[in-house]
């Protein structure tokens, strides 16, 4: 981490970030480490939550322009998550906290079950690879515990950049139990919630498309 980002973690991780308990690696959930939301942030809201949040653009910005709901920022780089709390102590952000942990750990053994309004997941390593395909986030074993920590009628959101990754985005949750298209036609619309980001420029100035995805949690 740079000099500023090694003191916003001394001086802001006490405000943002979740001290869970670890399994083994340093960024996992130890079992039985279930936070409770409403002692969390401190009030009964609406809870989203990001994985991979990166420098934390989208959920920033989201927190401050949305404060009667909570956000949960998930990321396993530090570098990452020091920058997010730099940019939501400028923009004087209450309502979001962070944790530094592998995602499907947080869904399963962090987040209680169906304790989630929404949850997104914008531009994950496509791994574009074939050899490293496997390595992709969505997967079966994700839909399940996305499943598990939305709530009846909750929201998953889902974009990507890169063609071949979309589709079996798509195809995963297509055959996933417990979620519905909420969309139309080939593509979800672009989510209005979500600002650009470094990675959708990126992917834009190289000429790909900007792919959504939105599924709705319903009752198995």
Same mark, same amino acid.
């Given at each position: 981490?740079?000099?500023?980002?090694? *003191?916003?973690?001394?001086?802001?991780s006490d405000r943002y970030v979740l001290d869970v308990p670890?399994? %083994?690696?340093?960024?996992?959930?130890? #079992? =039985?480490? %279930?936070?409770?939301?409403?002692?969390?942030?401190?009030? *009964?809201?609406?809870?989203?939550?990001?994985?991979?949040? =990166?420098? $934390?653009? %989208?959920?920033?910005?989201?927190?401050?322009?949305? #404060?009667?709901?909570?956000?949960?920022?998930?990321?396993?780089?530090?570098? $990452?998550l020091a920058r997010t709390m730099l940019e939501a102590?400028?923009?004087?952000?209450?309502?979001?906290?962070?944790?530094?942990?592998?995602?499907?750990?947080?869904?399963?053994?962090?987040?209680?079950?169906?304790?989630?309004?929404?949850?997104?997941?914008?531009?994950?390593?496509?791994?574009?690879?074939?050899?490293?395909?496997?390595?992709?986030?969505?997967?079966?074993?994700? %839909?399940?515990?996305?499943?598990?920590?939305?709530?009846?009628? =909750?929201?998953?959101?889902?974009?990507?950049?890169?063609?071949? +990754?979309?589709?079996?985005?798509?195809?995963?949750?297509?055959?996933?139990?417990?979620?519905?298209?909420?969309?139309?036609?080939?593509?979800?619309? *672009?989510?209005?919630?979500?600002?650009?980001?470094?990675?959708?420029?990126? =992917?834009?100035?190289?000429?790909?498309?900007?792919?959504?995805?939105? +599924?709705?949690?319903?009752?198995?």
């Amino acid at each position: 981490m740079t000099d500023g980002q090694e *003191r916003a973690w001394a001086d802001l991780s006490d405000r943002y970030v979740l001290d869970v308990p670890r399994d %083994a690696a340093v960024t996992s959930i130890a #079992p =039985g480490a %279930a936070i409770e939301p409403v002692e969390v942030w401190g009030r *009964r809201a609406r809870l989203i939550a990001e994985i991979g949040s =990166g420098q $934390g653009h %989208a959920i920033v910005h989201a927190s401050s322009s949305r #404060p009667d709901e909570d956000f949960l920022a998930i990321e396993v780089f530090t570098a $990452g998550l020091a920058r997010t709390m730099l940019e939501a102590d400028r923009a004087e952000v209450r309502n979001l906290r962070l944790v530094e942990a592998n995602a499907p750990e947080v869904l399963q053994h962090l987040l209680p079950p169906a304790s989630l309004d929404e949850l997104w997941v914008f531009f994950p390593d496509p791994w574009h690879k074939n050899k490293h395909n496997k390595r992709r986030l969505v997967t079966a074993e994700f %839909a399940a515990l996305a499943a598990r920590s939305l709530t009846d009628g =909750g929201v998953l959101r889902l974009a990507t950049d890169w063609e071949d +990754y979309a589709r079996q985005m798509r195809d995963v949750l297509d055959g996933a139990c417990g979620f519905t298209r909420a969309f139309e036609g080939e593509w979800a619309p *672009r989510f209005e919630g979500r600002i650009l980001t470094a990675f959708e420029h990126k =992917g834009e100035r190289a000429g790909r498309s900007i792919r959504d995805l939105t +599924y709705r949690r319903i009752p198995e």
